[in-house]
């Protein structure tokens, strides 16, 4: 079979039908990133295969070619209805958005224009009563507006695209199968005309090829007009093994001059991140660009204020101001505090004389704390995400 969301691109590829025990991901604590404590991978493995895709790392196990087999579970929505039945848990759900795609395959790749697995998770989600948050690179997100736009009525819904520039001939060569970014910024467009919020996640940025002052600043200028709600910054890793291989065979192809400079700031470590030097001034620059534009640099509060609950509130809010304070090269105690009152079961409402007990709260982050519990904003957050 020979299809993808971006028709330029053909490739034969093998789809392959499974029935899966489980499709609810919880994760250990809530991801301040995308304000979610759940997720789902509706297809395993991904068409649209990103030059980069870290699912391609071996420590994911996407069986098969990569970009080329699709795994389709099919029996998704059977499977989800039961795990979303409160009836059958012991504690209640987390509240929060529920995220739809990331992970290992885009959800609007293009076996979903057959399977409709996206679309009949997300009329479940909305007959549950669930905020969600989508995240893909496909324009065929647009199908699916209406209910979308249903569910941000009745529960809130935000729309994320991933970029790593917005110039269409780069993505053409790493991002073969997605619609190039201007198709991409036309359905953001849309969706903000339908009163949706949207975010962009600039991941990755593509060292020494989508990295340039010029580049991000063409990106978070465009995204800035058609009124995108925040930008989230993210560098690339490359993993040893597979994806690592398969991304330096391509760089070499295209951009041989380059080959050296990578060598330089890839050093194989465990994660597969460039250098802290290269990563730290990268985001130093994006966080200069984003502020001459006034874009928020994380999920801004009013989309999740009255979402959370008080101790995901604290949680979400003590990371912002950890990521905010290390830009501003401060040391932060903030992000310790994050984990441990993470894995606090009791309201910290409960604790509230109590606060200096959980390890990494020290006066001042008593003091955000308190405030956050009366006020649900901290005067400090706001300072710093301004
Ligand atoms: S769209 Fe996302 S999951 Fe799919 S290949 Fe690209 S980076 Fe990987």
Known sequence: MSINTNKDYIKEVTIREVETKTILRKFKKIESWFLTSYGMNLYRGC????????????????????GEDVVVKTNALNVL???????????????????VGGGVGDSYQSVEEKYLLTRKTLELLYKKKFPVHILTKSTLVKRDIDIIKKINK?????????????DDAISKIFEPGVPVPS????VISLLKKEGIAVGMYLMPVIPFIT????????TVKN????????????GMTLKKGRQKEYFMDVLKQQYPDLLIKYQNIYSNNKWGSPSGEYYNSLNQLFHTIAKVYHMPVRIPLF?????????????VLLEHIDYLSKLQGKRSPYGYAAYSISQIK???????????????VGRVTEKIILEILVTGTSTYYETLMR
């Not at 068409?47 to 996407?62: F, I, P, S, T, W």
């Not at 995204?223 to 993210?234: C, K, L, P, Q, Y």
């Open 183 to 186: 198709e991409r910024l036309e």
């Open 81 to 99: 209805e039961r795990e979303l039945d409160p009836s059958r848990k012991r504690t209640p759900f987390r509240k929060g958005y529920i995220g």
């Open 47 to 66: 068409l649209h295969n990103c030059v980069y895709c870290d699912g391609r790392a071996e420590k994911y196990q996407v069986d098969g070619k990569f």
């Open 154 to 166: 009745k529960s809130r819904a935000i729309v994320s695209f991933s970029f790593s520039s917005v």
């Open 303 to 315: 989309l999740f204020q009255d979402i959370l609950s008080e101790n995901d509130l604290v949680v």
């Open 223 to 234: 995204a800035s007009e058609v009124g995108i709600d925040f930008i989230i910054f993210g």
């Open 346 to 360: 009791k309201p910290l409402s409960d604790l509230k004389f109590h606060l200096r007990e959980i390890k990494g």
């Open 211 to 218: 990295d340039t002052r010029e580049k991000i600043e063409e």
